[in-house]
């Protein structure tokens, strides 16, 4: 795993790798005590965050567990073979991360509204709001203040005719009325 590792420590590696290949869990148990430390650094190294480097580690030794019989010492050593599969996780992830955030941020920058569009929708609020005005000012006053209680003030039609001394069948006609006076005279507006 380092420049400095023994022979001898290179041989229990390869063949704790074969053993790993056949199952053996004691030896996928000492293979990562001999290894974690190595890397999990350079993982800590690549990613620059702990958390992201503990999963890169975990994935790194799943794959070891799942492909210990793809290990071949005539192509190089068991810690070479080991640092390359970290190596080759934690850059995938730093690459992963980076382009998630790129993601993110294209879509914010094209789903944030912008300074026309925030203009656009002003003034299409107050072309709205001067219609159901003009459209408000066509009802009769007593059709007009019921609907006023009712949908801007908030109240129910029972606390509407309390409001104004009337009975509730009076209220619910007012309101009915004027809102179909109302949404026709909307209609009238968007056709033409």
């Given at each position: 795993?380092?420049?400095?590792?023994?022979?001898?420590?290179?041989?229990?590696?390869?063949?704790?790798?074969?053993?790993?290949?056949?199952?053996?869990?004691?030896?996928?148990?000492?293979?990562?005590?001999?290894?974690?430390?190595?890397?999990?650094?350079?993982?800590?190294?690549?990613?620059?965050?702990?958390?992201v480097?503990?999963?890169?580690?975990?994935?790194t030794?799943?794959?070891?567990?799942?492909?210990?019989?793809?290990?071949?010492?005539?192509?190089?050593?068991?810690?070479?073979?080991?640092?390359?599969?970290?190596?080759?996780?934690?850059v995938?992830?730093?690459?992963?991360?980076?382009?998630?955030?790129?993601?993110?941020?294209?879509y914010?920058?094209?789903?944030?509204?912008?300074?026309?569009?925030?203009?656009?929708?002003?003034?299409v609020?107050?072309?709205?709001?001067?219609?159901?005005?003009?459209?408000?000012?066509?009802?009769?006053?007593?059709?007009?203040?019921?609907?006023?209680?009712?949908?801007?003030?908030?109240?129910?039609?029972?606390?509407?005719?309390?409001?104004l001394?009337?009975?509730?069948?009076?209220?619910?006609?007012?309101?009915?009325?004027?809102?179909?006076?109302?949404?026709?005279?909307m209609?009238?507006?968007?056709?033409?």
């Open positions: 795993m380092n420049p400095t590792a023994t022979n001898g420590e290179g041989a229990e590696l390869a063949r704790l790798l074969r053993q790993v290949a056949t199952g053996d869990q004691a030896a996928f148990a000492r293979l990562y005590d001999l290894t974690c430390a190595r890397v999990y650094g350079l993982a800590v190294r690549v990613c620059r965050d702990r958390a480097a503990e999963d890169v580690l975990q994935e030794y799943l794959q070891v567990w799942r492909a210990a019989d793809a290990f071949c010492p005539e192509q190089g050593s068991a810690s070479s073979w080991l640092l390359t599969i970290a190596h080759r996780r934690a995938d992830r730093v690459r992963s991360e980076v382009a998630a955030r790129r993601r993110e941020q294209e914010s920058d094209e789903n944030t509204p912008t300074a026309a569009s925030d203009t656009v929708d002003l003034v609020s107050r072309e709205e709001g001067d219609a159901v005005r003009n459209c408000l000012a066509k009802l009769t006053d007593a059709q007009r203040e019921s609907i006023a209680l009712a949908y801007f003030g908030g109240l129910s039609y029972p606390e509407v005719a309390q409001r001394r009337l009975g509730l069948p009076a209220v619910k006609s007012r309101i009915r009325d004027g809102m179909r006076k109302l949404r026709e005279c209609e009238v507006r968007n056709d033409a």
